[in-house]
């Protein structure tokens, strides 16, 4: 098992990863937390796979275990789902003694979050991200959120679990469009800080091989994330440089109002299309562009930036939570492995798309 602590103002825990960690979870959980309740948030196909053993494991601990299934999929960041989670833990009873563990994807990390931060005025959690995305991504970093009609993740906070377990056996499960979606950050990365892992990334041949390597993966990202949240918990500077391709990737992927690209997929046309453009100005070395595109071709990700008026991207830029003021920050690359943050004019942001 190997192990990785985040050290931020007030607060550290640790990242344990290992392959079949969940089916020890139960033992690991004894060790930091000492209360009798607690419940599991998770969603529908993460239950259908795992839920039933994982509830024995903790109840083998001498845990009482309720468990919310939720509706799978972005939806379930709601309000109203909220409200019903609220509803089913007054039912069990959890206090602030209690404990609530955050088993799914992102959307399962991102709203358990969010109700342990503000039930009871907060109760504590664990991460057991079951998605590529939330192991390298959602689950490190404290960000917990929901959405609105108006937009996603405007109702939010930044509130850290006691610990993340993350067990990349269970992403033989999911979905080969996810394992994509997820590398489309592990890709980003690789981009702004990790050379050596974006060269791993252009070599296997296969998913089957990524995935015989994907607990080194997850470690390289998780390590990243680590060091840049460290830095800059609240998202004010060196933080922003996780953006990297996501202010092309927001704009399209809200374009289309989220039914045609995956969040990765999205950034991973983000990526592409602000490096070939800085390339152009003279900002990241020549070539850049290229590899990006190579690697994403053999991921099964898009690159080439859908038929979209530059007009209308800026437009959703500009409302982009984001962003203050008269400048944006833009989050760029010099070569594979350095990334770097630019400030520009909002109306420069032309040149980039
Ligand atoms: N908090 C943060 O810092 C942060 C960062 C990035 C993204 N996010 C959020 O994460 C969310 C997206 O997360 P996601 O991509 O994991 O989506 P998701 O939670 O919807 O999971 C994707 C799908 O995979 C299924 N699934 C998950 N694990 C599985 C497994 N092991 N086996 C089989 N099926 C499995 C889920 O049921 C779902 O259908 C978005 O809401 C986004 O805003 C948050
Ligand atoms: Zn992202």
């Known amino acids: 098992m190997k192990a990785l602590t985040i050290n ?30 607690i419940v599991i948030i998770t969603d529908k196909n993460v239950d259908s796979y795992y839920g039933k053993e994982i509830k024995r494991n903790l109840e083998k601990n001498d845990y009482e275990v309720n468990k919310i299934a939720l509706k ?11 409200l019903e989670v609220y509803n ?52 490190i970093g404290g960000k917990v959120a929901i959405n609105l009609q108006q937009g996603k993740n405007i109702i939010g906070n930044f509130y850290h679990p006691k610990a993340v377990f993350i067990d990349p056996e269970v992403l033989n499960t999911l979905d080969r469009r996810f394992l994509h979606d997820g590398l489309g950050e592990v890709i980003k990365y690789g981009c702004i800080k990790d050379r050596q892992l974006f060269k791993k990334l252009l070599e296997y041949s296969t ?32 933080r922003m440089i996780l953006n990297f391709g996501h202010t092309i990737g927001h704009a399209v992927e809200k374009y289309y109002d989220y039914r ?29 562009s290229e590899l990006i595109k190579e690697v994403l071709k053999k ?36 070569n594979i492995g350095n990334g770097f943050i630019k400030k520009i004019n909002r109306a420069e942001m032309l040149s980039y798309i």
């Open 260 to 288: 045609k690209f995956t969040h990765g997929e999205a950034v991973a046309i983000g990526m592409y299309n602000i490096t070939k453009n800085s390339e152009m100005m003279g900002m990241t070395e020549e070539g850049t």
């Open 88 to 139: 089913q833990l007054l039912n069990f009873n959890i206090t602030r003694k209690d404990l609530i563990i955050a088993f799914g994807g992102g959307v399962v990390g991102d709203l358990a979050g969010f109700v342990a931060a503000t039930f009871l005025r907060g109760v504590p959690y664990l991460q057991v991200p079951t998605s590529l995305l939330a192991q390298i991504d959602s689950s």
């Open 8 to 37: 931020i103002p007030q607060k550290s825990y640790t990242i344990y990863m290992g392959k079949g960690i969940i089916n020890s979870i139960g033992s690991n959980i004894k060790k930091i937390h000492k209360g009798k309740k």
């Open 207 to 238: 998913d089957e091989e990524l995935l015989s390597n994907i607990d080194e993966i997850i470690y390289s990202c998780c390590k990243i994330k680590k060091s840049i949240v460290e830095k800059d918990e609240k998202d004010f500077g060196e």
């Open 299 to 334: 991921y099964s990700l898009p690159y080439e930036m859908p038929i979209v008026s530059k007009e209308n991207i800026i437009d959703i830029i500009g409302i982009d939570k984001k962003n203050q003021g008269e400048y944006i920050n833009i989050a760029l690359i010099k």
């Open 72 to 82: 799978p999929g972005e939806k379930s960041k709601s309000v109203e789902t909220l």
